[in-house]
């Protein structure tokens, strides 16, 4: 975790490194086993079927080397909807078919027909026929709603509540549907609202839970990775890392905290404020751009005291499209083909039977969807189409709309392992870090519900100040409750980090009391390299100190002599950041070292407590031994005595306590 890293100046804490891959383990050829072909066995996977009596299939396969004809209709079945129950998670990816019906022409021929009940799309001229999960109406009364409960809801949930990283991309040609079903409209919100709204109601149910949220907002322009919650002009060419943990890494992104609903979609807002959009041929408000929205949860079980990391990406994809009249959009259509291209690529190769190389690098786009599409999250795709016909001036729309079935229906094949992200135990430190938090929201609420009541004691009120006032306070109690119980978790693992968790301790104080000499130089010696230590961390501690303030001093002329020359605004704010958390984190090894000292001092009053009354009780003890009856023990003693049976080490484990339950230990 990475607050249990050593810092150490000059490391690369310096940079600002924001996660873009989704997080958890980096993509391994063992995530991947080919998909077994849902289709005839002679297709290729990527081949729609085609069906007995149309067209094609009256001229048989020869008509065409890429349609085989399928032996009947009731082989066209509906390809398996993930249900998300088992762990790991194993299964397709779930694939969406939109038409946006305002492209819908009713005065020219059908080329396409779609069958809601058997979630397919048929071509009515070559007969070819494409089974998804689900296959919407090109009807305007079809919602984002309603799209969302079938394409999305189900990763939503999975995100929040069962530790896994969700994906969802929306993909297909210029002015299909894609940002209109991933924003929406206001009459129609769109994905991201929708999962927002699902996302807080889940953490408003939950009360023996606590969440941080963070996001970040990025665009792919002409193949340059762009901050869009940023207008630093350093944020408009972000490079890419491979990162162990996240998989990849965009250096420098923005990654703010989001403390209520409004705060996060005001941020969305000015992230889609940022983003390129231009009329097109096609579309007047076309996207120019691939965007990546992320929503990174913390979940922290307050019960286990455990914590899970988990990532929601919603990207809506710049569309596909043919050369446009204008120069620049020209210029923007080749990129976006380009790296739609490459998605296409990654997609063949993952759904083809081969093991070759999958060339996730040819693309910002690709690499950046790399974790997610070799396994480390569920992905639901969207792809939006248009139902134009081929017999009229709309047969680009045909062939645009045949093209993104065949991606949807090789992005279909492809077979995923999923596997949850890992809980981790909260260390003292980050326990601590967490009531800080806690603190400073029960802080500002305090503010406001002052403010609030400053106004009406005033005679100012607006309307609903009373319910805010009494939801605040509400709010307050609850956070107060949290942070009680988080200094009782943080007390017993310091108690149990001085006298159970301390592997040094344990094997002093575990290796008999018989030896109590050699017991006792081993403690004196163990307090000696504390407190050697301890004077070393608060060296190195008030030379940060020095550093930060300096920084605070002169942000312009700080350089840190261990990185680069000149580090941009946003990495030298970061990396104060990351000096501010390693104090932090030092000065709160230190106050575990102080117990430490605390635990040792009184262990070694005990001990010779202890030896004094062993030598005094000598006679008592051969007494004891004669008679061989219980009770003779020196009861005055007794206690003492009790105090010193040391217990045999206890594993790691023992800190994971139900709520309220004290460890036991054994004196
Ligand atoms: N399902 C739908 N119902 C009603 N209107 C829709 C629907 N889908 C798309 N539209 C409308 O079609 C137009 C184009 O849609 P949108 O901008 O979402 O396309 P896009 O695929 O994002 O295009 P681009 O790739 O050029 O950004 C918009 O005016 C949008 O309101």
Redo the contacts with the bound molecule.
């Keep these: 975790m990475h607050n249990n890293r050593s810092i150490r100046p000059g490391s690369a804490m310096g940079m600002s490194l924001a996660s873009l891959g989704t997080p958890s383990k980096p993509p391994q050829l063992s995530d991947f086993k080919r998909p077994p072909s849902r289709y005839h066995q002679s297709n290729s996977p990527s081949q729609p079927r085609v069906r007995p009596g149309s067209a094609m299939g009256r001229l048989g396969s020869s008509s065409s080397s890429c349609s085989t004809i399928s032996s009947s209709s009731s082989s066209i079945s509906r390809p398996s909807t993930p249900t998300y129950r088992v762990e790991p998670y194993t299964g397709t990816i779930n694939v969406s078919i939109?038409?946006?019906?305002?492209?819908v022409n009713q005065n020219q021929s059908k080329t396409w027909e779609i069958d809601p009940h058997t979630n397919t799309i048929s071509n009515l001229i070559d007969g070819s026929s494409f089974p998804f999960d689900n296959v919407?109406e090109?009807d305007?009364n079809?919602s984002?709603r309603q799209?969302y409960q079938r394409a999305c809801s189900d990763l939503v949930q999975k995100f929040v509540s069962d530790g896994y990283n969700a994906t969802v991309f929306?993909y297909?040609?210029?002015?299909?549907?894609?940002?209109?079903?991933?924003?929406g409209?206001e009459s129609?919100p769109g994905f991201v609202e929708l999962a927002i709204n699902d996302i807080f109601a889940k953490i408003e149910e939950n009360k023996l839970t606590a969440y941080n949220i963070n996001i970040s907002y990025l665009e792919i322009y002409n193949e340059k990775i762009i901050d869009l919650l940023s207008t630093s002009p350093a944020s408009t060419d972000l490079k890419i890392r491979d990162d162990p943990e996240f998989g990849t890494k965009v250096i420098g992104l923005s990654s703010p905290i989001i403390t209520s609903k409004d705060q996060l979609l005001q941020l969305i807002k000015k992230g889609d404020i940022n983003r390129k959009?231009s009329a097109?041929d096609?579309?007047?408000?076309?996207?120019?751009s691939h965007s990546i929205l992320q929503i990174k949860l913390t979940v922290t079980d307050l019960v286990k005291n455990t914590e899970t990391k988990t990532t929601l990406s919603l990207c809506?994809?710049?569309?596909?499209?043919r050369a446009a009249s204008s120069l620049e959009r020209r210029k923007e259509g080749s990129y976006?083909n380009k790296s739609l291209l490459a998605l296409s690529n990654v997609i063949n190769r993952l759904s083809s039977s081969s093991l070759e190389h999958v060339p996730y690098r040819d693309s910002k786009l690709t690499r950046l969807l790399q974790p997610a599409l070799s396994g480390s999250s569920l992905v639901s795709i969207l792809c939006?189409i248009h139902m134009g016909s081929v017999t009229n001036n709309q047969s680009q729309f045909a062939a645009e709309t045949y093209k993104t079935l065949r991606f949807a229906a090789r992005a279909k094949n492809i077979v995923i392992n999923v596997d949850r992200n890992k809980s981790t135990m909260l260390s003292n430190g980050e326990t601590a870090k967490l009531i800080q938090d806690l603190n400073m929201i029960i802080a500002r609420q305090k503010g406001e519900i002052d403010i609030l009541k400053n106004a009406q004691a005033n005679g100012i009120s607006y309307a609903g100040d009373d319910s805010r006032i009494l939801e605040l306070e509400a709010e307050n109690k609850i956070l107060l409750e949290r942070i009680d119980h988080f200094t009782r978790l943080t007390d017993l693992q310091r108690t149990e980090t001085v006298i159970v968790k301390n592997d040094v301790l344990n094997d002093i104080l575990g290796s008999g009391i018989d030896q109590s000499q050699l017991i006792m130089g081993n403690i004196e010696e163990f307090y000696k390299r504390t407190q050697y230590e301890i004077n070393e961390y608060k060296v190195y501690i008030s030379q940060l100190e020095d550093k930060l303030k300096m920084a605070y001093q002169s942000p312009q002329q700080y350089t840190d002599p261990y990185s680069v020359n000149s580090l941009a605004d946003s990495e030298t704010s970061q990396l104060l950041k990351d000096q501010e958390e390693e104090i932090y984190q030092l000065k709160e090894q230190l106050k575990d070292k102080d117990q430490i000292i605390k635990g040792l001092s009184k262990t070694s009053r005990l001990r010779r407590l202890v030896e004094s009354s062993n030598t005094s009780n000598i006679t008592k003890e051969s007494d004891f031994i004669r008679q061989s009856t219980p009770g003779t023990v020196d009861k005055e003693n007794e206690p003492e005595l009790r105090a010193f049976k040391i217990s045999p080490k206890k594993t790691r484990q023992s800190r994971d306590l139900p709520l309220g339950e004290s460890p036991r230990f054994e004196f």
């Design positions: 939109r038409p946006n019906p305002q492209t919407f090109a305007p079809v984002n799209v929306a297909g040609m210029t002015g299909s549907g894609k940002t209109f079903s991933i924003k409209v129609d959009t097109t096609f579309n007047s408000h076309s996207s120019r809506d994809l710049a569309g596909s499209e976006i939006t």
